[in-house]
């Protein structure tokens, strides 16, 4: 699946976007919030407060219980400040 | 219900872009629109650096545009949001809503903006007079208020 980090997030994890693939016992967007903060000290300090890190699985808001199954983009960002 | 979005990093003309909600028609007697201005809240701002999530924005924006044409009788509803650079007093983003009164159009219009301001993935990060990077704008809790009163 595609990743994409906007804003904040972006510049502590240090990349715009990349493929993922977490293994079958990644079941939520909590689980992959897990997964990717094992991956490296950037990802710890992007999701080190993970109240204010907002997700989007395919283009939609989504909450940490939400399943990935199926999903091909998944999107983490700060809390929006639109108009 | 006639729906305009657009986003761009380029200004525009406000009274140009809400013609069309009220051309040729006679059965609007309401049009509310509502421009959104980059504001020199902090000293030294020398303008926002707007980002966006291509594709999400536009599809987030959609979805509450047809939330408010649901929930009000609009014949009517626009929304312009700039992305990019924005000096202080240029505008950001453009709303407008065309119905029949005015209660619906100033409704829909106050809804629209509000969800912008919460749910639209933008955000703002501060470029200084000085040449350095300030801070990302973070969220405000009177604008979390304003879009729970509508659920």
């Given at each position: 699946?595609?990743?994409?980090?906007?804003?904040?997030?972006?510049?502590?994890?240090?990349?715009?976007?990349?493929?993922?693939?977490?293994?079958?016992?990644?079941?939520?967007?909590?689980?992959?919030?897990?997964?990717?903060?094992?991956?490296?000290?950037n990802?710890?300090?992007?999701?080190?407060?993970?109240?204010?890190?907002?997700?989007?699985?395919?283009?939609?808001?989504?909450?940490?219980?939400q399943?990935?199954?199926?999903?091909?983009?998944?999107?983490?960002?700060?809390?929006?400040?639109?108009? | 219900?006639?729906?305009?979005?657009?986003?761009?990093?380029?200004?525009?003309?406000?009274?140009?872009?809400?013609?069309?909600?009220?051309?040729?028609?006679?059965?609007?007697?309401?049009?509310?629109?509502?421009?959104g201005?980059?504001?020199?809240?902090?000293?030294?701002?020398?303008?926002?650096?707007?980002?966006?999530?291509?594709?999400?924005?536009?599809?987030?924006?959609?979805?509450?545009?047809?939330?408010?044409?649901?929930?009000?009788?609009?014949?009517?509803?626009?929304?312009?949001?700039?992305?990019?650079?924005?000096?202080?007093?240029?505008?950001?983003?453009?709303?407008?809503?065309?119905?029949?009164?005015?209660?619906?159009?100033?409704?829909?219009?106050?809804?629209?903006?509000?969800?912008?301001?919460?749910?639209?993935?933008?955000?703002?990060?501060?470029r200084?007079?000085?040449?350095?990077?300030?801070?990302?704008?973070?969220?405000?809790?009177?604008?979390?208020?304003?879009?729970?009163?509508?659920?």
């Amino acid at each position: 699946m595609r990743a994409l980090y906007f804003a904040w997030v972006r510049e502590r994890v240090g990349i715009a976007e990349e493929e993922i693939d977490p293994p079958a016992s990644v079941k939520t967007l909590a689980d992959l919030v897990a997964w990717l903060k094992r991956r490296g000290e950037n990802y710890g300090a992007a999701f080190a407060d993970q109240g204010s890190v907002r997700a989007a699985l395919d283009r939609c808001h989504a909450r940490p219980d939400q399943p990935i199954a199926g999903v091909e983009e998944v999107a983490f960002f700060p809390p929006m400040t639109g108009g | 219900m006639l729906r305009i979005l657009r986003l761009q990093k380029e200004p525009f003309d406000a009274a140009g872009e809400t013609a069309p909600l009220a051309q040729g028609r006679s059965d609007i007697g309401a049009l509310v629109t509502f421009t959104g201005i980059c504001r020199a809240e902090e000293d030294g701002l020398a303008a926002l650096e707007i980002e966006h999530y291509p594709g999400m924005a536009e599809e987030e924006i959609g979805r509450v545009m047809d939330a408010a044409g649901a929930r009000w009788p609009i014949a009517g509803a626009l929304v312009i949001h700039r992305y990019g650079l924005i000096r202080p007093g240029e505008a950001i983003v453009l709303v407008a809503t065309a119905a029949r009164h005015r209660g619906e159009a100033f409704a829909a219009a106050e809804f629209l903006m509000d969800y912008l301001k919460t749910n639209a993935p933008f955000w703002k990060k501060m470029r200084m007079r000085d040449g350095r990077d300030g801070d990302w704008i973070g969220p405000r809790a009177e604008d979390e208020a304003a879009t729970k009163r509508w659920r």
